[in-house]
């Protein structure tokens, strides 16, 4: 007995043992497979922390788990994290494992699943992740062998379950964005069987839809019970006691749906009984979010749905959608005045067949609101091929009213009446032919005395604006509005405004604007912060929008309008420029904003300006394109207002006078709309009659180097300088300046890091340095703080070489006359030349001591210069000494002529 008790022990140790230490064994294997199959089988990068095995966790079943998954895209969404999740854990039965009728899987349990899914705007979606397989022809045409006609994997789930999900969904084409989390969602059912029942409980807090911008849900708790009995032969479904809740109001589906060879075929209702107006109210996040608890209303909502027939490529079943209020109202309790007598009559409808056969009906709408009433009414048919639609509207509303009737957000103020009494009708071809004279109706609004005041944005005052409309045009008769410190008063006539609204068409017109002050700074302040897209966290952990980088985006130009501009306007603010007297012409068209000849006044001078400014090719990084003309414009003003002439002229900061400037130029600008200067590209000339400079660090080392106090201090006059900008460098031609009896002559170029490379040619008066030093050129680098200067010394020795030689030989040889007789005409040479040589040095010795004083530089070119004089001097000492002894020996040749030549006595 002992003995089949030790057995029986080892035995139950070593399956222990392999249980525990196989699937370890094997779990790196496996492993390594997933992640080489993923990269050979997906365009994304799957990645997870761990893979275990476990024959343990889920006795008698065997489990596979996950843990740390990460889906990550690739090109055009490379970063994204498109699916994450702590935990994946499937559960499979082990004698499944071995047995012909292929895997059961029983269980697979997804914890914290987060999955973010996009569409951009050109149609591709980050959730296309599979690589396109190329099969060879012999794979083709391989069949698939299959017993019995059975797929070797049964799944008969117990459970499919999903804890603490986030899921986030961007449309970028229909600017739709869907997003909620936590999710939990619980299925069961054999889905082996030919026919079973699924159990299905889902539930979603916060959950939140947006299309085009708007908010349609916001933080709605979700919850789905649903019993469906599956009929996986016959492909049919059907629903009982099925029920949807979305905060409170409760839906109920019955009926069934079954797959067709074609499409579908149906016959289902749905809709929610004894719902209260309430109820309703709860779904709209401007209710819900709003001190709901203190809201009391009265009223029901009446809501049904019916589809009933197929539905295959065009073809619609039959459906009926009905909406209605009866008698709604509703009101705060601690606000004065409530909304009352709320009436909806909506319907949609078709009777089956194409989507043309649909027509929506608005009967009515309407609701009173203390003294005020509204009522709007629309109809719409012919959807799919050429809309028709008939709408009108009119009423009175008192904004000062709301705050009474609605709880608004400390610091927002409403005030002004908006009067309307419209009615248009007719065919959305007509609108896009622009054949307006199709269409029928017109109206007129008016507002008055409207305010709006919004924490976090610049009062906006509409004092009077006033409009007639037909179909064809808006005939705008006056506008005065204010927005904050700015304010516009416009008058005009726009076109197009209807293809506008519905679909987004080009829009035309002309407008005469006059405006005091247009204060951009104020209102790019308060411009949405560019926001963080869904999904483009990198730790794929949360789903939420981020905000905040804190970066404002440049001011777009729209692409689908072309209005012509004739602005009369005071002053504007734009960055630290102040723009005075603007007139002339501005035109928007196709994303494109252009000057005509707008002449303002700028940097306390006379400007002109044309060109354009465009965020058709990237919103982001606008370009720019100018053609400037200044007229006595400051240099001072300019330094402080332009933050690209601070980056590469900083030399204005220390700039006095006036100039006047040509230039054309073309720039991308970054998001705060500052040109990029590395991107400027310029050509131009700049001309003044009086510049100023004084402690600038360049000429105060210069001045110090040449002794010469006058260079500290620039004044100059009539100075004419043309100038290229490019690669972020400013490049200058040639140009001169005079300062105080110094001319210099400069050229050279200067960078965004303030890096400077000039040469300047100094010509010194002639006193500088007893005329030794007049002409030095100069090379200046470092940067304008910290300049570094050095200087031609052997040409400026040269320079002093020549002119002393020119000056002084001349007046220390000056004209000698020698002596007849040879030993006086040698003996006078030779006192000539050692005179020479002792003035020379004598010469030397003065200039060295005048140049001293004048500084190292001029006293080296003196000492240079003394030396070769010297030489010199020695030079025409010994050439005396030689035209003495060639005098010499043609006296004496020319004397034993004589005497051959004289007549004998006879």
Request: glycine share 8%; proline share 3%.
């Amino acid at each position: 007995m002992r003995r089949i008790v030790k057995i029986s022990a080892i035995v139950v140790v070593s399956i222990l043992a392999v249980a525990l230490v196989l699937p370890s064994l094997m779990s790196g294997t496996v492993a390594d497979i997933v992640r080489r199959e993923a990269g050979t089988l997906l365009k994304a990068r799957l990645d997870f922390r761990k893979l275990d095995i476990s024959l343990l966790r889920h006795f008698p079943n065997a489990s596979v788990e996950i843990t740390g998954l990460q889906l990550v895209g690739e090109a055009p969404f490379e970063g994204d994290t498109i699916v994450a999740a702590d935990r994946i854990s499937v559960v499979v039965s082990p004698l499944s494992l071995f047995s012909d009728e292929g895997f059961e899987v029983t269980k697979v349990l997804l914890s914290a699943p987060r999955v973010n899914a996009r569409k951009l705007g050109d149609g591709a979606v980050n959730w296309d992740v599979m690589r396109t397989v190329e099969t060879a022809p012999e794979e083709e045409a391989a069949p698939v062998k299959e017993e019995d006609g059975e797929s070797s994997f049964r799944l008969r789930i117990e459970e499919f379950r999903i804890s603490d999900a986030a899921i986030a969904f961007r449309d970028d084409s229909s600017h739709v964005a869907f997003r909620t989390a936590p999710l939990s969602l619980r299925l069961r059912g054999d889905m082996s069987a030919e026919k079973t029942g699924l159990d299905l409980r889902l539930t979603a807090g916060k959950t939140s839809l947006e299309s085009g911008g708007v908010p349609l849900l916001s933080d709605v708790n979700l919850d789905l019970e649903a019993d469906i009995a599956a009929d996986f032969v016959q492909r049919r479904f059907s629903f009982n006691e099925n029920r949807l809740r979305m905060n409170a109001v409760e839906l109920r589906l019955d009926g069934w749906a079954a797959m067709t060879d074609r499409g579908w075929d149906m016959d289902v209702k749905a809709g929610c009984e004894h719902v209260m107006f309430k109820e309703l109210l709860s779904l709209l996040p401007a209710f819900y979010t709003r001190d709901f608890k203190e809201l009391s209303a009265a009223g029901e909502l009446s809501l049904s749905l019916m589809a009933r027939g197929e539905m295959y490529g065009r073809q619609l079943p039959a459906f009926e959608l009905l909406a209605g209020i009866r008698d709604g109202s509703f009101r705060y309790s601690s606000l004065p005045r409530a909304v009352s007598d709320i009436q909806l009559d909506f319907r949609v409808t078709n009777p089956g067949g194409v989507m043309d056969s649909t027509v929506v009906d608005l009967r009515r709408f309407s609701l009173r609101m203390g003294g005020n009433a509204l009522s709007a009414a629309c109809y719409a048919t012919n959807l799919a091929s050429d809309p028709y639609v008939k709408f009108s509207t009119d009423g009175r509303l008192d904004l000062g009213m709301v705050r009474e009737v609605y709880p608004l957000e400390e610091g927002t103020e409403l005030g002004g009446v908006i009067s309307a009494d419209i009615a248009l009708s007719g065919n959305l071809s007509a609108v896009e032919k622009g054949a307006y004279d199709r269409l029928s109706g017109g109206g007129s609004f008016v507002v008055e005395k409207l305010g709006v005041s919004l924490p976090t944005l610049p009062d906006v005052e509409v004092r009077r604006a006033a409009a007639s409309i037909t179909p064809s045009a808006m005939t705008l008769g006056e506008l005065d509005l204010h927005i904050g410190r700015s304010d516009i008063a416009a008058n005009g006539r726009i076109v197009g405004y209807l293809g506008y609204l519905l679909r987004q068409e080009e829009l035309s017109g002309r407008l005469f604007v006059k405006s005091q002050l247009l204060d951009f700074n104020e209102i790019m302040n308060t411009l949405p912060h560019e926001e963080t897209a869904p999904g483009e966290e990198d730790d794929g952990a949360a789903v939420e929008e981020t905000v905040p980088s804190g970066e404002v985006t440049p001011l777009r130009v729209p692409e689908n309008m072309d209005l012509s501009l004739n602005t009369d306007i005071g002053k504007v603010r734009l960055g630290k420029m102040e723009m005075d007297r603007i007139s002339g012409n501005v035109r928007i068209h196709d994303g494109v904003l252009s000057l005509d000849n707008l002449s303002m006044r700028l940097f306390d001078g006379e400007a002109v300006a044309s060109g354009l400014y465009s965020t058709a090719e990237d919103a982001l990084r606008p370009s720019l394109k100018l053609s400037l003309r200044f007229t006595d414009a400051s240099f001072a003003k300019t330094f402080e207002q332009l933050e690209m002439v601070q980056k590469m002229v900083p030399v204005f900061a220390k700039t006095g006078g006036n100039y006047s400037l040509g230039m054309e130029m073309s720039a991308s600008l970054n998001r705060q709309m500052s040109p990029d200067v590395m991107s400027v590209n310029a050509v131009g000339g700049i001309r003044s009659r009086n510049i100023e400079l004084q402690h600038l660090e360049v000429f105060d080392k210069l001045a110090t180097l040449l002794n010469n106090e006058s260079l500290r201090r620039i004044e100059a006059r009539d100075v004419a300088i043309d100038f290229a900008i490019r690669n972020g460098r400013v490049y200058t031609e040639p140009f001169d300046l005079r300062m105080g009896g110094v001319n210099l002559n400069l050229s050279g170029s200067t960078g965004l890091d303030q890096s400077i490379d000039y040469v300047a040619k100094v010509k010194l008066p002639n006193a500088g340095a007893k005329g030794v030093l007049q002409n030095v050129n100069v090379l200046i680098g470092g940067t304008f703080s910290s300049p570094k200067i050095s200087v031609g010394v052997k040409e400026a020795a040269q320079e002093a070489v020549k002119n002393i030689i020119e000056e002084q030989i001349g007046s220390m040889i000056g004209d000698k006359t020698l002596p007849k007789h040879s030993e006086q005409l040698m003996e006078e040479a030779r006192r000539n030349g050692a005179q020479l040589i002792e003035k020379a040095k004598q010469q030397r010795d003065r200039l060295v001591a005048e140049a001293a004083k004048k500084g190292k530089l001029a006293e080296l070119a003196a000492r240079k210069a003394g030396d070769k004089l010297v030489e010199e001097a020695e030079r025409q000492a010994q050439r005396l000494v030689d035209r003495a002894a060639d005098n010499v020996a043609r006296d004496s040749a020319q004397g034993a002529a004589a005497q051959t030549d004289t007549p004998t006595d006879k």
